[in-house]
């Protein structure tokens, strides 16, 4: 029987001695040489999307071994259409081969039949897109649409991390809405959603996107979802601090993952002539950070 999704990420993060979830977003006008090329609309879309998988490869083993998950945005490999996909396909399998879990940030959300072949698509090989051990799902077509996905998310022993409150600056506008806000609803459903997934770990499968760049509000989160691991976007680039994302961890420093793309991707652009260097040196200085400001932090 596959150990729940819950558990494993427990498991990884207490491994690695981080939380951190690296993401791996190929910005096609960021890519450092060798890969940018891939920004050429006049090359072959084959060799584009090899560059942008390639750097996504490179850049797992550069951070393989001090990183517990990675989280591949499907957008920028879609983009380059079905030889995106197969890229995207190639760096899940590659992440998943150095030990890493592998978080699709896909946001998908649909009702029904339509629901269930997309959590079909990441969670099972032959699909086509490639497996994922958890994706970002859309809740906001209403709560039965997330069933489908819960149920192949078990099935694969995966997970998910549902949208409930998001980093961008106009997320208030609708999640914020009402008494209580649409968001606390949404929390509720992860709650509820999550009650049959727990783990010898005490966590859920079904996990939370909550904003980093909502420092105020995330011990509410901590506190509607207390089963669930709550991933935060923003960090880094979006201007968030390891001090703002501690609402979101329990006591003993767990129930949270903290995701940077750009920040460790792209640090190469703040100076220096190696990018692996300088990713390698930007992750360091995130563990350090964090390792600093969490609860049962050094």
Request: charged letters at 15%; aromatic letters at 8%; a negative charge.
């Amino acid at each position: 029987m596959t150990t729940p999704f819950g558990d494993r990420l427990a498991a990884a993060i207490s491994k690695k001695g981080t939380p951190i979830l690296l993401g791996l977003d190929p910005h096609l006008d960021l890519l450092p040489s060798p890969f940018d090329g891939a920004a050429d609309a006049h090359r072959d879309v084959n060799e584009r999307a090899e560059l942008i998988g390639d750097f996504c490869c490179q850049l797992v083993d550069v951070c393989a071994d001090r990183v517990p998950a990675v989280k591949p945005q499907s957008a920028f490999f879609e983009q380059l259409g079905s030889a995106g996909v197969a890229a995207f396909e190639r760096v899940c399998d590659h992440a998943r081969a150095a030990g890493l879990l592998v978080v699709g940030d896909v946001k998908r959300g649909d009702i029904a039949s339509t629901a269930d072949a997309y959590a079909r698509a990441f969670f099972d090989p032959p699909m086509g897109i490639g497996a994922c051990d958890a994706i970002t799902v859309s809740p906001y077509l209403g709560a039965d649409t997330l069933e489908p996905f819960a149920k192949a998310a078990k099935t694969a022993g995966g997970g998910l991390f549902v949208l409930v409150r998001t980093s961008n600056p106009g997320s208030g506008a609708w999640q914020g809405h009402g008494a209580p806000p649409v968001s606390e609803l949404v929390a509720a459903g992860v709650h509820a959603l999550g009650a049959d997934t727990l783990g010898a770990s005490g966590y859920s499968s079904i996990g939370a996107v909550c904003g980093a760049t909502h420092p105020d509000q995330l011990t509410t989160w901590r506190q509607l979802m207390p089963h669930a691991f709550l991933l935060l976007p923003g960090y880094g680039a979006q201007g968030a601090t390891a001090k703002d994302v501690s609402g979101a961890f329990r006591p003993d420093g767990t129930g949270a993952i903290v995701a940077s793309s750009r920040g460790i991707a792209f640090a190469y652009r703040t100076g220096h002539t190696d990018w692996k260097t300088a990713a390698s040196e930007a992750l360091d200085h995130m563990r350090s950070d964090l390792a600093g400001a969490l609860p049962g932090g050094a």
